[in-house]
């Protein structure tokens, strides 16, 4: 392929995902060798949006991941069209647990929530509103810009974040934060 189709499968893919995607993970998906390549490809698309003042914007995220999303100015204005997912109570319950625990093991997650959360995770990520990094022998979860702009937050800080879920974990899932603080009163009894 020339640098017009590579350019067009790139932007095809940050586009379908809905989500950050690492270089690592484009390249496999695309079959795109060259990292390097890769990322000039990606900052050439961001570049062109940014150039022609889009209302969509191409950004690095978490460190060296690459994402497609609507600038913060545009989002407040346009959420109320975007289409809530259908989410069993299960999964929200999980989702609002790591909502507010971010960033958190999968193994504290699945200590609190039962087994059944894999598979809560499992949807959540293909639905782009969390998202799992390896992590020593587990994976870190939080929260996405999607999740960010599905739920209303102005941007994707786990601290406003954290913070607003802090009351509906509180008074919605009084039986997790009674689970999270027995843990956590022995997690600190482990440490010494």
Sequence with gaps: MGLLEDKA?????????????????????LGIKSLEYLEKLIELIAS?????????????????????????EYSQKVIHLMPKPELRAGELKTLAL??????????????????????????????????AEPYERTKLLGTTQKFAELYGFPENDPEL??????????????DLMEKIEKNNRKDKREEA
Aim: glycine fraction near 4%; avoid cysteine.
């Design 9 to 29: 499968l790139v932007e095809a893919a940050l586009f379908v995902a809905g989500r950050p995607l690492s270089l690592k993970e484009l390249s496999k998906a």
């Design 48 to 72: 062109e949006y940014e150039e022609r003042k889009s209302a969509i914007e191409v950004v690095k995220v978490l460190g060296d991941k690459w994402v497609m999303q609507l600038k913060q």
């Design 98 to 131: 790591i909502a507010y625990l971010q960033p958190v093991e999968q193994s504290k997650i699945i200590k609190l929530r039962g087994s059944q959360a894999y598979e809560h995770i499992k949807k959540l990520l293909e639905m782009g509103l969390i998202y």
């Design 161 to 174: 974040i954290k913070e607003a879920f802090k009351k509906v974990i509180h008074s919605e899932y009084a």
